[in-house]
């Protein structure tokens, strides 16, 4: 009732009805405002989940180049180039195979 008594001194029209009409004002513009910051907080958090996905879609493109690149040196190594050797065509007559 102190209160009230004193909010009617220094507000005669509204009294402490006026204080409380300007705390749920503030209350509301909190509201909003924080509403405003989750919605900016879930648009960045939905960024950076776009931004890694994208980021090991790459990682993984690169790793498939890396070990495809691997694969066919692999199978460059297993492919030695044997022009070099000679055959039975290649000797001539006057080969002879080391078994008869």
């Not at 931004?51 to 460059?76: F, G, N, P, T, Y």
């Amino acid at each position: 009732m102190d209160y009230e008594a004193n909010s009617r001194i220094r507000d005669p029209v509204y009294g402490c009805a006026g204080t409380v009409c300007h705390l749920q004002k503030q209350v509301s513009e909190l509201q909003a405002e924080l509403a405003k910051a989750q919605a900016g907080l879930a648009s960045m958090q939905s960024q950076q989940q776009n931004l890694i996905a994208l980021i090991c879609m790459e990682m993984a493109q690169s790793q498939e180049q890396v070990l495809h690149r691997h694969q066919q040196q692999q199978l460059q190594q297993q492919f030695i180039d044997t022009s070099c050797f000679m055959d039975e065509y290649s000797l001539g007559s006057t080969w002879e195979p080391l078994w008869t």
